[in-house]
Nanobody, 117 residues
Framework: QLVESGGGSVQAGGSLRLSCAIT????????AGWFRQAPGKEREGVAY???????AYGDSVEGRFTISHDNNKNTLYLQMNSLKPEDTAMYFC??????????????WGQGTQVTVS
């Protein structure tokens, strides 16, 4: 089960930190990630964290967003800085036991809304 929190409304240039509590996160989780979907647009990958700590980011957020995981709290984070209006979307966390391709992610949260004005 994945439960996101931390979304909200912020002015351009501001910051937000999203959290995702992932129960059963452990050796079976190969990759965890954040995705987003804006109205009328396809879901896009924002940030990925694989089992050995490697990270990858979408081009539009590179240098502004940071993905991390707290092993003690079984929580995935997305620190978002220098937010832009085009970052407005519903953000989802997801976990995969297979790999980091979008099709590999089988477990999804319900989403948390981020609005940047």
């Amino acid at each position: 089960q994945l439960v996101e929190s931390g979304g909200g409304s912020v002015q351009a240039g501001g910051s937000l930190r999203l959290s995702c509590a992932i129960t059963a996160y452990g050796y079976s989780t190969i990759c965890a990630g954040w995705f987003r979907q804006a109205p009328g647009k396809e879901r896009e990958g924002v940030a990925y964290l694989d089992y050995d700590g490697g990270t990858a980011y979408g081009d539009s957020v590179e240098g502004r967003f940071t993905i991390s995981h707290d092993n003690n709290k079984n929580t995935l984070y997305l620190q978002m800085n220098s937010l832009k209006p085009e970052d407005t979307a519903m953000y989802f966390c997801a976990a995969s036991t297979r790999g980091c391709l979008t099709a590999d992610f089988a477990s999804w949260g319900q989403g948390t809304q981020v609005t940047v004005s």
